[in-house]
């Protein structure tokens, strides 16, 4: 790219950001180029993540002030933060917003004054932050953009998705709700209007997606806040059920120091051991954290949570006996 279409893509920025709309007669006359090679910049704006906005009633252009971001005053405590944050995300690259994330520590790095940068990096070296396994996102960052943006339009998508719970390829429209990143994936919450519900779709089962014009009302939003309900993690079994477990003195300080559920409720005893009380919808989200802490924990109430474990020990140990 030349200088003289640079300066010209600089000044057509300038311009769509002024606060006042331009036809593409306008933006030819003030730039000194013909309309074709107007349509021929703004197509560079669009391939540069630089969004123009277009008003086909006054078939104007414009770019809205807000668009590029001020210039933020980070105190050494704060990038240090962000620097180690996003760092850790460097073997996260394939997760759509953590790679991201990477890529903006790199540009704040750059520009940060040398003294500072020294310092920084001096620090880092011996600060690591290890976050925990995360599905593997190869392929879905095009479907993550256009969900993100089919939210904000409120545009229907039409969506091929591999269903783990129906064990099939499901072909159905949904509207996007919301995008939520819980433990290891990105998962889209969205109204389905073949179930008539607010339904959780794994953003890496989505095999091919297709965002339409047509658009749907708002009102299912409300909905949302309620949609995990009590789940022990993020699928409500529409049963609640008062989860009483005694976890041995070995566990008990890892169990209580970790915030699992907003209704848990420790209690220590003299031995160092603890009662742990929650109130959950559904049992099967817990049962495989029980069963994580081996026999270091017991299911006091309620019975059937405890027959449920007790089935999956017994099936371990037929397991093992089968193989000696």
């Not at 479907?143 to 091929?160: D, G, K, L, P």
Request: glycine share 4%.
């Amino acid at each position: 790219m030349n200088v003289s279409r640079i300066y010209r893509l600089l000044r057509l920025v300038t311009l769509l950001q002024s606060g006042r709309n331009y036809t593409a007669d306008q933006l030819a006359d003030d730039l000194q180029v013909s309309r074709r090679t107007v349509f021929r910049d703004l197509n560079a704006l669009e391939l540069a993540h630089i969004p123009y906005y277009y008003d086909p009633a006054e078939k104007t252009y414009r770019i809205s002030r807000h668009f590029f971001l001020q210039p933020v005053n980070l105190t050494l405590s704060e990038a240090l933060a962000l620097l180690i944050l996003a760092g850790s995300l460097t073997d996260k690259t394939n997760v759509p917003l953590l790679s991201s994330g990477a890529q903006a520590a790199a540009k704040l790095e750059s520009i940060l004054p040398e003294a500072i940068r020294q310092h920084v990096g001096s620090v880092i070296e011996r600060l690591s932050l290890h976050l925990g396994p995360m599905a593997r996102h190869e392929g879905s960052e095009t479907f993550f953009e256009q969900i993100a943006a089919a939210i904000s339009r409120r545009n229907v998508c039409r969506m091929t998705y591999e269903s783990f719970l129906e064990k099939k390829t499901l072909r159905l429209d949904v509207h996007p709700l919301r995008l939520v990143f819980i433990q290891r994936a990105w998962y889209l919450l969205a109204w389905s209007p073949r179930d008539k519900a607010v339904r959780t779709y794994k953003l890496i089962r989505v095999r091919k997606l297709i965002v339409q014009a047509d658009t749907f009302p708002p009102g299912h939003e409300a909905k949302l806040e309620s949609h995990f309900g009590l789940a022990w993690s993020m699928i409500p079994e529409g049963k609640l059920h008062k989860v009483h477990l005694h976890f041995d003195p070995k566990v008990a300080g890892n169990v209580a120091e970790v915030r699992w559920h907003p209704t848990q409720r420790v209690e220590w005893n003299h031995d160092h051991s603890i009662e742990f009380h929650v109130q959950v919808d559904g049992l099967n989200e817990i049962l495989w954290w029980i069963l994580g802490y081996g026999d270091q924990v017991k299911v006091v109430t309620p019975k059937a949570l405890a027959k449920q474990v007790t089935r999956v020990a017994e099936a371990v140990l037929a397991k093992y006996k089968e193989s000696t």
